[in-house]
């Protein structure tokens, strides 16, 4: 590749149709790569088509004029991207034991969500004023206060907001239609939680943006 700059230009002969170009006013390529390259003004042609060796080289004698454009041109396609991807949707995981946390943190962060963790009703309610999340689980005995209720006052102050109560002691069916009856919960489920039950729970009530991960 021969190249030819001054603080106007950056001239480079095009690897494929091999005429020359000014790379300072080239479009840049439209390949789908995580990396931004100039195209030849004549054929449109990528540099990193023209091999590794070419655009090492290309790159290294590009001028700082042309480097700060490819800056800007990364930092745009990044904000781009960033708003033509959806949300990723927030859970709170509300539970006074510590080990569940971790585990339920680590299950739903596989499934593409976005994970705050709670220790009591009192913590729970500051996130859920502080950040609004998408689906809260909590459990339903806790010894700072009683997570159905937790699910009753969240769900009067922000009824948008889906309460999943999590119980190891009322396990009979009555219970999970009580819950919905008396605290407006919108789900139900035993511990020890069954993943599979949990994933299908959560694909119903805020589905994940991320591409599946199981």
């Not at 080239?26 to 390949?31: I, Q, T």
């Not at 745009?76 to 080990?99: F, G, M, S």
């Not at 009856?181 to 943006?209: N, W």
């Amino acid at each position: 590749m021969s190249v030819a700059h001054s603080y106007e230009s950056y001239v480079v002969s095009c690897g494929h149709c091999h005429r020359p170009y000014d790379a300072l006013t080239a479009p840049w390529c439209r390949c789908v790569s995580d990396d931004v390259a100039v195209a030849c003004s004549h054929c449109q042609s990528c540099v990193h088509k023209e091999g590794k060796g070419a655009a090492t080289a290309f790159w290294f004698h590009a001028p700082d004029t042309l480097l700060r454009m490819r800056a800007g041109e990364k930092e745009r396609r990044r904000k781009t991207e960033a708003r033509a991807r959806p949300p990723i949707a927030r859970v709170l995981i509300v539970d006074d034991d510590e080990e569940i946390r971790v585990i339920a943190k680590y299950v739903l962060d596989q499934m593409g969500y976005d994970c705050l963790t709670a220790n009591g009703p009192a913590m729970a309610m500051n996130i859920v004023e502080t950040f609004r999340p998408a689906v809260v689980l909590t459990d339903a005995l806790m010894p700072g206060g009683d997570g159905r209720e937790l699910c009753k006052t969240i769900k009067l102050a922000h009824p948008e907001v889906k309460v999943v109560v999590m119980t190891s002691l009322y396990t009979a069916p009555r219970y999970a239609s009580e819950a919905a009856r008396l605290f407006r919960a919108d789900d139900y489920l035993v511990k020890p939680i069954d993943f599979e039950r949990l994933h299908s729970v959560m694909a119903r009530l805020a589905p994940s943006t991320r591409k599946e991960e199981r």
